[in-house]
T-cell receptor, first 112, second 117 residues
Framework: AQSVSQHNHHVILSEAASLELGCNYS??????LFWYVQYPGQHLQLLLK??????LVKGIKGFEAEFIKSKFSFNLRKPSVQWSDTAEYFC??????????FGSGTRLQVQP | DAGVIQSPRHEVTEMGQEVTLRCKLI?????LFWYRQTMMRGLELLIY????????DSGMPEDRFSAKMPNASFSTLKIQPSEPRDSAVYFC???????????????FGAGTRLSVL
């Protein structure tokens, strides 16, 4: 069965620091990969997605993610975080015929 | 576009009472997902529908939970009888046909915060 692992449960950064959130999945076939964001008190929103093509995907608000097939990873990055990036970030995967599966989430706290 | 609409936004009830949560899909979307979010368990998929048909209900915790899609644009999630451990935020999300029925691109509602006393 597919699974999604986010090893960082809680990350604290200062403004302007660089961000990288890890995401690994377990499935040997073709995958579609996603990052969703949930700002405090709000619902989840799509941040970026990868279906095929260029493994470096750019999303909204300066976020990007890189699909590395050999590592089964889809890490989320941002060169310089802002206080407004404080949120919970969820990696998600579609693999095979199973519906979207979310990871457990990483809570990011950006300190001004 | 009004987005996914959930009601009520907040629900406080007593243990043993029946609770019904409602969700209106975005027009033209054909997949509907119900999630439960808690601090302990994170985001859990309860059930999802494609073209009004339940596809996977393996996440429904017990027989006390049931979900229906009486038409293509509306769904309900019912808990009967409710218990304190059901307290959570319940989200529904809809997905367009271009997502192939597996819900890669989902649009979430604002959620219903349920408190069972």
């Amino acid at each position: 069965a597919q699974s999604v692992s986010q090893h960082n449960h809680h990350v604290i950064l200062s403004e302007a620091a660089s961000l990288e959130l890890g995401c690994n999945y377990s499935y040997g076939g073709t995958v579609n990969l996603f990052w969703y964001v949930q700002y405090p008190g709000q619902h989840l929103q799509l941040l970026l997605k990868y279906f095929s093509g260029d493994p470096l995907v750019k999303g909204i608000k300066g976020f990007e993610a890189e699909f590395i097939k050999s590592k089964f990873s889809f890490n989320l990055r941002k060169p310089s975080v802002q206080w407004s990036d404080t949120a919970e970030y969820f990696c998600a995967v579609i693999a095979g015929r199973r519906a979207l599966t979310f990871g457990s989430g990483t809570r990011l706290q950006v300190q001004p | 576009d009004a987005g996914v609409i959930q009601s009520p936004r907040h629900e406080v009830t007593e243990m043993g009472q029946e609770v019904t949560l409602r969700c209106k899909l975005i027009s033209g979307h054909n997949s509907l997902f119900w999630y439960r979010q808690t601090m302990m368990r994170g985001l859990e998929l309860l059930i999802y529908f494609n073209n009004n048909v339940p596809i996977d209900d393996s996440g429904m915790p017990e027989d006390r939970f049931s979900a229906k899609m009486p038409n293509a644009s509306f769904s309900t999630l019912k808990i009967q009888p409710s218990e304190p451990r059901d307290s959570a935020v319940y989200f529904c999300a809809s997905s367009p046909p271009t997502s192939g029925g597996l819900g890669g691109i989902q649009y979430f509602g604002a959620g219903t915060r349920l408190s069972v006393l």
